[in-house]
């Protein structure tokens, strides 16, 4: 048999030995724990933007969940193993507050939305939206798409702009109770129904709709999305949200069409 060089095993001989280096840090990347994010469906595009940054520059891997708000605050009440909360209004960052679920002293808003009315992006509808107008005779006997306003944050905005401006009473019995902002959405990108009530970051990000009119920002709470640690959390929760809120992320927050809270 042909002796084999010892270049040739040295080689082979540190390559072997590197592999066994690296061996156990890529287990224990493997084995670190994701830093678990529970957010408002509203935020799903800037977060991942958002997340995947931070990630890179914090070497902590994170897991987003995107849901209504209403659902992720009755699964962290239920146990959930999230780190993180992001809600799309203040009602459910404070529902888990008074059950001393999230840490207070992390809790800081993000970032605000406008409230827009949308239609498919083909339709011909033109309104103004201003006290007392004509909401129901737009829709044609069709129905109007929101989020549930007894559980979803875009449908409490929408039921309190239209009540302000005295369209409330008339158009209650038409509409479509979504789960969420996106399925609200959903219906009227498919045609569905005429006519929906959203946020304008959602209406941005997708072409099927059209934004036909902004609510004036008077008739309805400011809308605002506050983010806390869960009291459960992993330390670098804190830091997490303090990305979120900084300098760096700012330009990103107004990318998606998000503008500062309270503005």
């Known amino acids: 048999m042909k002796p084999i060089p010892v270049r040739l095993l040295a080689i082979v001989a540190t390559s072997f030995a590197s592999l066994l280096l690296a061996l156990p840090c890529g287990a224990a990347e493997a084995k670190q724990p994701k830093l678990l994010v529970f957010a ?22 994170g897991k987003l969940s995107f849901a209504a708000s209403s659902v992720l605050a009755r699964q962290v009440e239920a146990g959930g193993k999230a780190d993180v909360f992001v809600s799309a209004d203040q009602e459910w960052m404070d529902y888990l ?78 509409l479509v109770r979504a789960d969420g902002v996106r399925s609200a959405m959903m219906f009227v990108s498919r045609g569905a129904v005429p006519l929906g009530i959203v946020y304008a970051t959602d209406a941005l990000v997708d072409r099927n709709v059209r934004i036909v009119d902004t609510f004036p920002e008077t008739s309805h709470a400011p809308i605002t999305y506050p983010g806390a640690a869960i009291n459960t959390a992993r330390p670098e929760a804190a830091a997490y949200l303090g990305y979120l809120s900084g300098a760096e992320a700012a330009a990103t927050w107004k990318k998606f069409g998000f503008v500062e809270p309270g503005k």
């Not at 408002?40 to 891997?61: F, Q």
């Not at 605000?112 to 309104?127: F, M, Q, T, Y």
């Not at 007392?132 to 559980?151: C, H, M, S, Y």
């Open 97 to 174: 507050a008074r059950r001393g679920l999230i840490d207070t002293r992390t809790r800081r808003n993000l970032a605000g939305n406008r409230l827009v009315l949308i239609a498919p992006a083909d339709s011909k509808v033109e309104l103004r939206i201003a006290p007392g107008f004509d909401l129901v005779g737009a829709l044609k006997g069709g129905r109007l798409a929101t989020g549930d306003p007894e559980i979803v944050p875009v449908g409490r905005y929408a039921r309190s702009s239209l009540r302000s401006l005295g369209v409330w009473d008339a158009v209650a019995g038409r």
């Open 40 to 61: 408002a469906a509203s935020l799903t595009d800037v977060l991942e933007e958002l997340s995947t940054r931070w990630t890179r520059s914090s070497g902590v891997p």
